[in-house]
């Protein structure tokens, strides 16, 4: 987190006073600077497994709701003291309900929606609303306000500036608030929507904040497969502007699968895959469902059944549109440090029989020795290629930022395709 110029100190006001403050304050010009004419941002920020965190004493304050590398070492090391299983991601709510049944009432500074990360900064938003739920219940409605800059830098004296507003109490408080929201939001500006935490919780108050022309940034990684798919599904159904940072995260292997079949010796072999392998970290199918409908999607294959395995994982049969089957299986595999993001992709495996052309197995993987567990079952009597997926990590804020900088006023068409077929690969219970 960069923090940027603040021409005035956070300031509590009574809710009500917020928004009549607001349009005084740029009214007097804000010391001769000028109010961004680019976007609204509101954010969900709850990092319940931060405050937990912080609570039991496990981590240093202040609360800040960005996933820093401290954060994700007190949870690996929180999820061994609460016994959970190893294969835990760092930032899933089992942790953070484990730690909410431990003791503590450690107290620290809640700086959530403070201060504007330098990523984000950058395209100058106008406003940065952020709602930052609490753990204690009751918990009145605070409302915090600031205004800030970009850091001074070569030409920047003539920078845009933003305000900030920090909406922070219990459930209860923050959905009554949202009253409070459309007056804040300018109407002449198009506002973004990013719901940074699971799609399983305060599931009205998800759905009032969507409403309309916004635009939703998610993450189909975080919440129940179920719930993760289905919203996007629905979300995109509705004709709203969806981005998912887990779709995003996919952008290496879907390269990665493209250039394994640039070569012109190898495209015609994409229209005889036979066998579609994805081993994904942990039990969260959702992004290993989103590849394969993207597979899927390009190559014209037909879902014929969808079914889930006795050994955990889910199995489907394709149907080409030579009328050949395929076969897909995703399985799920237990990792050490699991990713912060439940259910990353760690290895592909494409079968593919073109005729008159010895038989092809491409295998993606995350790292070199997860290639290992995919060479078994026969692939020796084909030809191989196996390739290692760089893996290019970006901080949440940075994905949104390249959102915001693009404008995607509408759904990527890979994604608004893939999704729907995503949902439907899940077998429902």
Not at 103 to 109: F, M, V
Not at 206 to 220: A, I, K, T, W, Y
Request: net charge negative; with cysteine; proline share 8%.
């Amino acid at each position: 987190m960069t923090p940027q110029l603040t021409l005035q100190a956070p300031l509590e006001l009574p809710p009500a006073e917020v928004s009549g403050y607001l349009e005084k304050l740029w009214g007097e010009g804000m010391l001769g600077s000028h109010g961004g004419a680019t976007f609204s941002l509101v954010v969900w920020q709850p990092a319940w497994v931060e405050q937990q965190l912080v609570r039991t004493g496990l981590l240093e304050g202040p609360v800040t709701g960005v996933v820093r590398d401290g954060l994700i070492d007190a949870a690996r090391e929180a999820v061994g003291a609460c016994d959970l299983p190893a294969g835990t991601s760092p930032l899933s709510p089992d942790l953070a309900w484990a730690l909410g049944q431990r003791p503590g009432d450690r107290d620290a500074a809640d700086l959530r929606g403070q201060h504007v990360d330098g990523a984000i900064s950058e395209h100058m938003p106008r406003r940065l609303i952020t709602l930052a739920p609490t753990l204690d219940a009751p918990h009145a409605l605070e409302t915090l306000v600031a205004a800030y800059c970009p850091l001074p830098e070569e030409g920047a004296a003539a920078a845009a500036c933003g305000d900030v507003v920090v909406m922070r109490g219990d459930a209860g408080s923050l959905s009554q608030g949202l009253r409070l929201l459309d007056p804040l939001l300018p109407s002449d500006l198009p506002c973004w929507v990013w719901w940074n935490g699971s799609v399983d919780e305060a599931p009205e108050l998800l759905q009032s904040l969507v409403h309309g022309p916004r635009r939703l940034v998610m993450d189909s990684a975080m919440g129940s497969p179920r719930r993760c798919l289905d919203l996007l599904g629905e979300r995109i159904g509705a004709g709203q502007a969806v981005n998912d940072l887990n779709w995003l995260r996919l952008r290496g292997w879907r390269e990665s699968l493209a250039m394994v079949f640039d070569p012109p010796s190898r495209r015609d072999a994409l229209n005889h895959v036979v066998q579609l392998d994805i081993d994904v970290e942990g039990d969260h199918p959702g992004q290993g469902l989103l590849l394969t409908a993207w597979i899927a999607d390009r190559l014209g294959w037909r879902m014929l059944s969808s079914r889930s395995l006795e050994e955990g994982g889910i199995e489907t049969d394709f149907e080409r549109s030579d009328g050949a089957r395929v076969r897909f299986r995703l399985l799920h595999v237990p990792m050490g440090l699991p990713h912060p993001h439940p259910g990353q992709i760690v290895g592909v495996r494409l079968i593919c029989e073109p005729e008159q052309h010895p038989p092809l197995c491409v295998i993606l993987c995350s790292e070199s020795g997860g290639c290992m567990r995919l060479e078994a079952g026969g692939v020796a009597s084909m030809e191989l290629v196996e390739d290692v997926v760089p893996s290019r990590p970006m901080r949440d804020e940075a994905e949104v930022a390249r959102l915001l900088s693009g404008g995607h006023d509408t759904t990527n068409p890979l994604l608004a395709s893939a999704a729907p077929l995503a949902a439907r690969l899940l077998p429902r219970a």
